[in-house]
């Protein structure tokens, strides 16, 4: 009879801990305005995104940085600013494709006021591929070190990073005004970074 009741409560405790860890997972650790994910804790973040995030003034450069080396390379045919984009697309906003209304000209329109601005004065000059392909993991790593606290972080850093999402989204990515934008289901479920290798 000892033997049943032990067995019974180690089947017993076997079963609340699975359920315990089941609602654990479900749980959401952080919530956005923005919308359309799940979060993650602090603890789960990559070491490599948190160590090699840039500042809010350097993202800034790091997004302009890439949208002219993508519409220069796109206009030359190519395909690496492409890849780039797209690498990020998924990695942020799950596995799409692009708008099907995209053209070469909506990579530069609509200028963001939040970017450091283009000078109409001179020809800006464009970036290699190897400075696009930082530009993207840059991204990704301010993405990933400051999101998850995104309400309590500085107003600038909370606008760059709903700005910086939003952009991208409308730009490449939805439908303004016809589409809502939302990052991916498991946006911050994993590492940002994890696998990632050269877009191009």
Known sequence: MDTV???SAILFLIMMVSLYRYVSEQKEHFHSSI???NGISMASLSTQALDSAPTTSEVKNHYKALLIYANDDIRKQGTCG???LAD???RVYGKRDFRDNLIAD???ANWPKWLPPMDPTIEEPIPDSTVAVTAESQMLAYLQKNFPQESEVDEQTGSTL?????DFAY?????KGKETMQVGPDFLRYPLLKGWRNPC
């Open 82 to 84: 492409l890849r780039i």
């Open 171 to 175: 730009r490449f990515v939805f439908k």
């Open 88 to 90: 990020f697309r998924d």
């Open 162 to 166: 709903r700005n910086l999402i939003e």
């Open 35 to 37: 919308g359309g994910f």
């Open 5 to 7: 009741w032990i067995i």
């Open 106 to 108: 909506d990579f530069l």
